[in-house]
């Protein structure tokens, strides 16, 4: 007799507990490809998965085996000109080809095991560790998400959500309360009942038996007539809807688009603005972003013409600090979202302009925002729009954070170090 | 071996033509009706099997039975997790496809179709596995006294169970390395001469609790450090412990480790117990292949005689057939060793042969097979042997030549590796020695055992390994040790003796050296409990 199942239907990912126990282990290991894929990886695909490839030897789980050497026997298939007594030359080993036979080796070079590891999973990883500067703000935001939880039981609801023990037991208390009146009357008429048969048979009273007899049935048909399950004995689960706090955060990019940044150092900057936007839709549920591009004015543009357009002029870093500070003004409330700042610029400024910076920064817009953080993608030496941040930074040490990029390899240490958990910033 | 069909042979032709389906789709109505017709036809022969689940699954999730050794149930560990990935790797890549089928030896036998198949595909795979393997399984004398199949999967899920828990308990780090040191040493975790008695999962669990009390109270006594009254002439002629070298490495740690806790313990146990499970399918992987191959292809050209299979399913059943039991020639790139389903197949076509059609060769070399019932011939072979007397006591002359099987001698001694023995009359008894001493566990895995426990001083172990024909051990030598280390607790020393000579010394922690240094040389060398 066979039985025949059909097990399409039952879950596929069986492995999956393993294969995450598996990027566990080799935590290190990945974490360094995913490293150096942020470095070398075109900016579209940031946010792509990964190739990691690991050295054989590192993940070899060892078995006591046996060796070259010694004396081996082999038998092998396929013999086309050997007679008993041919000498063959030992040819130099190479890879394991040599230790068929009995060793369990089969003699898998030294090539690297290579596997793919999803986009999810590449975020994580490069993401690992890192922290937004901890003083995110919930707030309840208008009634656009729910949640359902229980709130304990109530005697009306749908018939999917009754309560089966409950009812049961809510019927079971008034069936007591009900009958017991009854069922004590019964237990003393069956004592006297009983009393009366155990007299000699001479001295009973039939009728009397009778009449007890009777009485008893009578009762017990009432006892009986006491439903077992009543319309008001129904109770039913109770769910309510909840208003849930939601995290939102605007970010905005500020980017110099003026005529000393080459496509070069723009790349990094664009670079720099990806990676802070995709660790931002991580670690928030709803994000938006607000481009700004200055040269000697700003404007806000779309995530197109931000990363892809040209442009040319000289530097007023203070108009893209204006326009920043107008917009956090008329459309997000500090109440209601958290604001990050980010900006990169070639840190080429019009003299004056950097103490205005300064000002409208200090001002206007730190009191408001989570973070505000400043790369400064040069080679040379600083300027004066470094030095008036560093004084910012000065007084806002916990929500102000800069770093200089000099080329590629750089965006990647300089993200993590200014995003590192604020733990390890401190000791 | 096909010979005999593709010749036009007119026995071969069928009798009368009522196929049971003419398409290549397959139903669950047509698997069932295939599987009744080669049911019926196994009982013909004599094919003895537990009761067959027949589970239809997904390529996905062929994958996954896959990388859990075929295990419905697993507990969960990195290394199933390396095997998932390279298999989905590979499969991905197109760089092997998946086997068709898998299963497992249990009461009901349960095998794996991938949907993906042809309805070809799942009768082949019917009669392999859910009647060839499975009255193996049922038959070999090994696995009646090493695997009890009925209770297996219950096992299975105490011990993902208990591991899990464990888990929870004393979290993934600590449950991980207690798992990779004795997966280490999984190939010594197996009692060669006690049988296993079978119980039940709840059973197991309440055994489980009265072990823990009885080891902890066992080893107190080991390691008791009272001095005994009236010590000083016992001192000197103390007995060694263990009495005897033992052999069951991981058996000998369950019992005797000084600082194993006993959930540790517990998990040493659990994957003893499966490597004991899968000590039978180690040691019999060109019976079990052959005879299942044997089976597959003597159920469908039956099949086909009588009728119930058209032309056109013979014809891509032989092509499967023929990969299956294709071997490359040594010299040739897709050499992989020897291919058990060939020597196996081979070796059972040829018993039949012998047995039906002997010659005068044969009637020689197997005076009391030749001309008997094939039958009962093939199911004596099947039940009472593995590989090694198998092969020692059924390759005949024909296969070796058939095979063109040589042997060669490789001996380091000398510059030139000797061509030792042919398929020819003065060699078939050497090529046939040599290669089933190849199918010898005892030969082809190093042969170490414990050889002693300084239980006064400084409770080192001691193992020994006793050297065949002089082979070293390999380099991931120090690697396990490392693991045993981990386990026992304190040092580990390992001779490898060629006789009664110590030819190599392995220790951990290394002698020599400052015990720290040698701890740290890489993040996965496992350190001690």
Redesign the interface.
Known sequence: MSYIIDRRLNGKKKSTVNRQRFLRRYKAHIKKAVGDAMNSRSIMDMDKGERISIPTRDISEPLFSHGNGGHTERVLPGNKEFTAGDRIPRQPPKGGDGNGGGASDSGEGVDDFVFQISQEEFLDFMFEGLQLPNMIKRRLAGNESFQVVRAGISNEGTPGRLNVIRSLRAAHARRIALTSNKRRHIRNLEESLELEEQKESALRDQRKIEALKSEIAELRKRVGRVPFLDDFDLKYNLLIRQPKPRSRAVMFCLMDVSGSMNQATKDMAKRFFLLLYLFLQRSYEYTEVVFIRHHTSAKEVDEEEFFYSRETGGTIVSSALKLMRRIMRDRYPDSEWNIYGAQASDGDNWNDDSSTCHRILIDDIMPHVQYYSYVEITPRDHQALWEEYESVRALFPNHFAMEQIVDVQDIYPVFRQLFSQKVTARC | MLDKFAGGDDSQKPESVNPISTSSEWT?EL??EY??AI?ALADEFGLDTY????????S??M??AY??VGMPVGY???????Q???V??NYQRGLMGLAYEIVINSN?CIA?LM?ENTMTMQALVIAHA?YGHNSFFKGNYLFRSWTDASSIIDYLIFAKNYISRCEERHG?NEV?AVL?SC??????GVDRYKRPYPISAIEEERQQQEREEYRQRQLNDLWRTIPKLGDGAEASNEKRFPEEPQENILYFIEKNAPLLEGWQRELVRIVRKLAQYFYPQRQTQVMNEGWATFWHYTLLTELYRRGRVTEGFMMEFLQSHTNVIY??????PY????NPYTLGFSIFSDLRRICEDPTDEDRRWFPDIAGSNWRETLHFAMRDFKDESFILQFLSPKVMRD???????????E??????????E??YRQ?RE??A??YNLG????N?QVYSVDTRGDRSLTLNHT???????????P??LR?LHRLWGFDIHLNSLNGDEITASYHCPEQGRDRQEGEEE???IPKPI
């Open positions: 669950f698997i069932q599987d009744r049911g009761p067959n689940q027949i589970e239809v699954i997904s996905e999730q994958m996954d990388s859990s969960n560990h990195w290394s199933f997790g390396k998932f990935i390279s989905e790797n009901p794996y949907e859910s993934l991980e990779d997966h280490a040493l999984m190939n010594y071997q490359p020639s040594f010299d040739s050499y992989n060793g020897i095979m063109k099987l040589f042997c060669i001698s490789d001996n380091d001694q510059n030139e590796i000797v061509v030792s023995a042919i398929h020819d003065s060699g090529l040599n290669l001493g190849q030969n082809r895995e190093p170490i050297q065949h024909r002089r082979r070293p051990l390999s380099k991931d030598t690697e396990v693991h890489s993040m996965l």
